[in-house]
């Protein structure tokens, strides 16, 4: 799943916080693209994703500290650039990398996993939200990779293709082949601007959109409810919280658009309340709607 170029500020910017505010080794080819992500967002949204960077930085840093690295920071890597591949670093990674969530890899002058499969390395996955609270979502497969999990292919696809029939036959908006032209939705699509959500356009899409998916959320824990709680807890932990991925990486949120603040979290090992949750076969798995409202 693509980044919004406010989300793309936010990785680079932390990176270039921790990377000693210089563009090179690792972040040497992400300042092009932070300039071009520059130029796509408004100045209060720039401001508020850089601050919240800062303070993910310092959280980075803290932990790492506490956690067994060595500083200086010997290189920052921006996993985004076309150019980067885990495997160039270490062939080791070659199987576990393989869609890895991280944003961000640190290495670090020494650490106490200098002689494991991480090495001097650590991974950041990075979320950022304007809500001063609440939860990052986890790592998203992918629609079709779920609906084949709860034996219900395309059904997704079937719900999406609905929903975009209402939209193209209200006759406003631009069709190209099967599907709505992109340049035209983002014409009238801008959640920040509040006179363009106050027409036609903005409130087709806006209405076509939720029910898309408050329908695609039912069907989902209709599916989960369908299946052994087992084979559910092993879906998660291995295809959406990634605990199996290597080199090791935490997930650092930034909360807020004033106030910043960050947190972490560790995805794998006995750390992690999550894990340790659906490793307890004690307590029985339950589900429910979110409604946070934030997305990348």
Not at 10 to 30: K, P, R, T
Not at 92 to 120: C, M, Q, T
Not at 168 to 184: A, E, I, P, R, T
Not at 214 to 242: H, M, N, T
Request: net charge positive; glycine share 8%.
């Amino acid at each position: 799943m693509s980044n919004t170029p406010g989300a793309d500020i936010n990785e680079i910017w932390c990176g270039y916080a921790l990377n000693g505010y210089v563009w090179d080794g690792g972040m040497s080819g992400a300042k092009d693209t932070y300039d071009l992500r520059r130029s796509t967002v408004n100045i209060d949204e720039i401001r508020w994703r850089k601050g919240q960077a800062e303070v993910m930085a310092n959280e980075i840093r803290n932990f790492a500290r506490t956690n067994g690295y060595t500083f200086p920071i010997v290189n920052v890597h921006w996993t985004a650039r076309s150019d980067f591949s885990f495997t160039n670093l270490d062939s080791r990674w070659e199987e576990k990398s393989k869609d890895h969530p991280a944003d961000l890899l640190i290495e670090f002058s020494d650490s106490v996993y200098s002689g494991g499969p991480s090495g001097n390395f650590l991974g950041v996955s990075l979320k950022s939200l304007q809500a001063n609270t609440g939860k990052a979502p986890v790592k998203n497969p992918g629609a079709g990779k779920i609906a084949d999990f709860i034996n219900k292919p395309g059904v997704f696809d079937g719900i999406l293709n609905k929903y975009l029939e209402e939209v193209k036959n209200k006759g406003l908006f631009v069709v190209k082949q099967k599907y709505l032209d992109d340049n035209n939705v983002k014409k009238y699509w801008k959640p920040k601007d509040q006179k363009a959500k106050n027409t036609e356009h903005y409130k087709i899409l806006d209405e076509n959109k939720n029910k898309c998916l408050a329908e695609c959320c039912d069907k989902l824990i209709k599916g989960f409810e369908s299946l052994d709680e087992g084979e559910v807890r092993l879906y998660i932990l291995s295809d959406l919280l990634d605990t199996d991925k290597l080199p090791q990486y935490i997930k650092v949120t930034g909360y807020g658009k004033q106030k910043y603040r960050a947190s972490y979290d560790i995805p794998t090992g006995q750390n992690n309340k999550t894990f340790k949750a659906l490793m307890n076969m004690r307590k029985t798995m339950s589900y429910k709607k979110t409604s946070d409202g934030d997305s990348r």
